[in-house]
Every structure is written in structure tokens, then in C-alpha cells.
């Protein structure tokens, strides 16, 4: 009964109370979060320990930040923009350590989850997006991974990577032109 209580209340309430060392409050939070957190790591790592390392991360960052969140937009955002910094960090981490110990660079280190169904010609259209989104450079994958495979819209998308919404249009037009290139080479 108590736990259906904070699933009433508003995210300010929520926070609020977080701040105030309520555990419960700060639960509600990462209940509502997680599976939006989950979607936008795993989008840009791939289903993998890495992601889920990730995504808890993301919500001790949270904890530890959260009295620096003012308000100015939503809580969602905040927590979207913590997920995609510690997610881009991964990457660059990952390119660094691969390109030291591997000739073949970064190019079989992510594994893009696209809505899998039984037939095999989806599967196999899966797995050219995979092969095609693990050639892209970080910044356009991201903008592919939020605006395309999560349908955040344009000025969600700036928002959450702290870029004017010109520069995510941009991104998506060039991104949409390298896979489509991507894909012909497939």
C-alpha cells in the first residue's frame, strides 16, 4: 500500500523526498526509469553485461547528482542525458582498449537490438542493420539509436544530447545518408 502511494505522486515529489533521504522515493524513480535507461544504453552498447553495468551506473550517478537537478526540464531528461554520457564514454573507453589489443579495431563490438521476430528474412534484415550501425561513427549511431530505433522526436533528441535541434537534423540527414551507403556495401 505504501509503494502505490509513490506511484501517485508527481517526479517533483518525487525528488523532493529522494533529497530528503526517503529510499522508497528514490525507488519509485528508478522503477519508472529503468526500462527508458535500458533502451537507450543497449541501443548504443548492444545487449550485453556492459549495458546492464551501465544502466546501474547510470542510477548511482543519479543519486549522487541529484541534488543538481533544478528542474528546468524534465527528470526523464536528466536522466537520458546521464545514460548517453556514460554510454558514450563506454564506447570511447572500448575503442581505445580494442584498438590497443586488436587489428580489427572496434568493428564486432556492438550488437544493436532492432524489434526481433521469428521469420528469417527480419532476422536477416537485423543483422544488416547491426553490421551497418557498427561502421557508423559514435555521433550519428547515437542520433540513429534515439531518433530512429527509440522515436524520440527531434527536439527530445537535442535536448537530451545538449545540441541545437539544427545539428541533430543535420546529424540524422548525413547518418540516414551513410547507413543507406552502408547498406549498398552489404
Do not use: C, W
Not at 527528470?75 to 542525458?81: A, D, E, P
Not at 556514460?86 to 550488437?111: A, D, V
Not at 535536448?159 to 556495401?185: M, W
Amino acid at each position: 500500500m505504501i509503494r502505490e502511494s509513490y506511484r501517485q505522486k508527481e517526479e517533483n515529489e518525487l525528488v523532493k523526498a529522494a533529497l530528503s533521504g526517503d529510499k522508497l522515493a528514490f525507488g519509485e524513480i528508478v522503477e519508472r526509469y529503468q526500462r527508458m535507461v535500458a533502451r537507450t544504453v543497449k541501443g548504443m552498447l548492444g545487449d550485453s553485461v556492459f549495458a546492464e553495468d551501465i544502466g546501474q551506473e547510470v542510477f548511482i550517478k543519479l543519486f549522487n547528482s541529484l541534488s543538481e537537478f533544478r528542474g528546468e526540464s524534465k527528470l526523464s531528461t536528466y536522466i537520458q542525458k546521464i545514460a548517453v554520457n556514460l554510454t558514450l564514454n563506454e564506447i570511447k573507453r572500448r575503442k581505445r582498449f580494442f584498438s590497443m589489443f586488436s587489428q580489427k579495431g572496434n568493428s564486432e563490438m556492438y550488437e544493436f537490438e532492432v524489434p526481433d521476430h521469428d521469420n528469417e528474412e527480419k532476422r536477416e534484415a537485423k543483422e544488416l542493420v547491426n553490421k551497418a550501425l557498427i561502421k557508423m561513427d559514435p555521433k550519428f549511431r547515437i542520433i540513429v539509436a534515439m531518433r530512429l530505433l527509440q522515436g524520440y522526436s527531434t527536439k527530445e533528441t537535442a535536448e537530451i544530447l545538449d545540441l541545437p535541434v539544427g545539428t541533430v537534423l543535420s546529424r540524422l540527414s548525413r547518418a540516414q545518408e551513410q547507413l543507406k551507403g552502408i547498406l549498398e556495401k552489404l
